[in-house]
């Protein structure tokens, strides 16, 4: 099956001091979902946003909001996210006993849920969890940070995620997130990845957000591979 290719906007590298324009003028872009990068200070050493800000995303704009938690406890946050209008929940197994309940908890609430992958986890933590997921994120950096390179070696791990989706439900969407931009998106598609996180290639373009919108998905549109 073909499924549908998503650009999902960071707002992690957004002018927070005019966070309703940049969001707007990502939708106006044709962006799919607006990304949230919640971040504890914990598991990542980060501290970013909570469900406010995901709560003031909702208010200014109806884009389904791909909230991404780089927490400890997930378990513990996930009904303010869902309350405050999150659309996608994707967690962590790492550090997390609870990652299956978690899963299940982020359904019942009628989110999406979603399971985030670092680049040091192995994909074989995927098998008995991909039941209880509908979203699979491949971190293509470590996480923490927007700004930082791309990992080549996770286009290997995005095709052998993209397999084990393709057995288990084609439905399940992959995910990448780190780095992502134009130049790398065709070799990911061609690894079996339909939606894109980024922050940088889009806030940060030096056209502006609309032009690195356009650019990421020209790259997604090409039809010179696969
Ligand atoms: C990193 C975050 C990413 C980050 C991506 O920990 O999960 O979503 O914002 O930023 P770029 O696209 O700049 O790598
Ligand atoms: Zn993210």
Redesign the pocket.
């Known amino acids: 099956m073909i499924m549908k290719k998503r650009i999902s906007a ?1 707002i ?2 957004a002018d927070f001091t005019n966070l309703g324009k940049a969001i707007r003028q990502c939708e106006d872009a044709g962006v799919d979902w607006i ?1 949230i ?1 919640v ?1 504890d200070g914990h598991f ?1 050493p980060n501290l970013t946003m909570g469900p406010f800000i995901v709560d003031t995303c909702r208010k200014i704009t109806d884009l389904p909001l791909d909230c ?1 938690l ?1 927490v400890e406890k997930p378990e513990l946050l996930v009904r303010s996210f869902a309350d405050a209008g999150a659309n996608n929940i994707t967690i962590h197994p790492e550090n997390n006993p609870n990652v299956l309940r978690s899963l299940e908890l982020i359904h019942s609430l009628g989110c999406t849920p979603g399971l985030a992958l670092n680049p040091g986890t192995n994909t074989i933590v995927l098998e008995p969890l991909l039941p209880f997921a509908m979203l699979i994120l491949i ?1 293509t ?8 390179a791309f990992i080549p070696e996770m286009v290997k791990k995005v095709t052998t995620t993209a397999e084990m989706i393709q057995k288990q439900d084609p439905e399940i969407i992959l995910e990448v ?4 931009n134009a130049i790398l998106i065709p070799d990911l598609v061609q690894a079996g990845a339909n939606a894109f ?5 889009i806030f ?1 373009h030096p056209g502006g957000i609309s032009e690195g919108v356009l650019s990421l998905r020209k790259a997604m549109d090409k039809k010179n591979y696969g």
Do not use: E, T, Y
């Open positions: 960071s992690l590298s990304h990068d971040m990542v991404h780089m971190m950096v470590n996480p923490g940070f927007s700004g930082q997130d780190g780095g992502i996180v980024s922050a940088s290639s940060k």
